[in-house]
């Protein structure tokens, strides 16, 4: 896998977020407590937490991915304050795999709608 790259995911108000594309998701709403991170992707799982340090090439990667369960949405994201995470997710899109490590979100409330931003980690 390649050296771990920050990436950030961005919603503000009520568009369409930024930064998910890239890893085959889509966030376009949020529930009352929780952002809703949507597949767009051919898999999307939730791993491990630990996977993120453990899982140090594409083989084990696939092996993982390829034993989780397949996810349509994850909603684990507060809408309402921003917090540290340690959740690790993989997609699949284009035949391309992505471990992802969301370590933190930020809410930030204005006049002109609430800003969302999720920030971590990725490998490929």
Do not use: C
Request: proline share 1%.
């Amino acid at each position: 896998l390649t050296a771990a790259k920050d990436f950030t995911w961005k919603r503000i108000g009520g568009n369409d977020a930024t930064g998910l594309a890239t890893f085959g998701l889509k966030w376009t709403s949020n529930s009352a407590t929780y952002a809703i991170i949507k597949k767009d992707a051919t898999k999307f799982v939730e791993l491990d937490p630990k996977a993120w340090s453990t899982i140090t090439n594409l083989e084990d990667l696939k092996k993982a991915v390829d034993a989780a369960t397949d996810m349509t949405q994850w909603e684990k994201i507060s809408v309402a304050k921003g917090q540290d995470y340690d959740y690790t997710l993989a997609t699949i899109i284009s035949e391309k795999y992505y471990l992802i490590h969301i370590t933190k979100a930020t809410v930030e409330v204005a006049s002109v709608g609430t800003t969302i931003t999720v920030t971590g980690a990725y490998k490929e």
